[in-house]
């Protein structure tokens, strides 16, 4: 019987180092293998080649479903803690002082707690961790 996969393509360099989460997520590695691509740089074409590695997780698995919230609630928290922090505005806050004391103090304190919603994601993204090794290692 033949089964759907899921399949990811990783190339060194680029998303490798992403593969151990990957195989915490049911993943296993099917095919390692070398490939060539076309660059065009000005007028001249180059030849790059990158080793390339596929993983694959079988549809039937038992969690799948689970294992593939987790791995999108985890990659998403993972975007929203590498994007770069914005930094405060300094324009609207002398023109918040301006007006009051009170309504920039307002403005720092929200400023300061959505910085702190960004540490707090490191926490649940090993909690996610944790909860699909215990899932992919029931077969």
């Known amino acids: 019987m033949k089964t759907k996969n899921d399949f990811i393509k990783l190339v060194e360099g680029k998303d490798l180092q992403y593969k151990p989460i990957y195989l915490a997520f049911g993943y296993y590695e099917d095919v390692t293998k070398d490939e060539e691509s076309k660059v065009k740089i000005g007028g001249k074409i180059y030849s ?58 307002i403005y720092l304190i929200s400023f300061k707690s959505k910085k702190k919603k960004i540490e707090n994601y490191s926490v649940r993204l090993n909690e996610i961790l944790e909860e699909a090794k215990k899932l992919s290692s029931e077969k």
């Open 48 to 105: 790059e080649v990158s080793t390339v590695t596929y993983l694959k997780r079988d549809y039937n698995r038992k969690n799948y479903a689970k294992l593939v919230s987790l791995q999108e609630e985890y990659f998403d928290l993972y975007r929203r803690q590498h994007t770069k922090p914005k930094k405060i505005n300094k324009l609207l806050f002398l023109f918040l002082f301006i007006l009051g004391i009170i309504p920039a103090f």
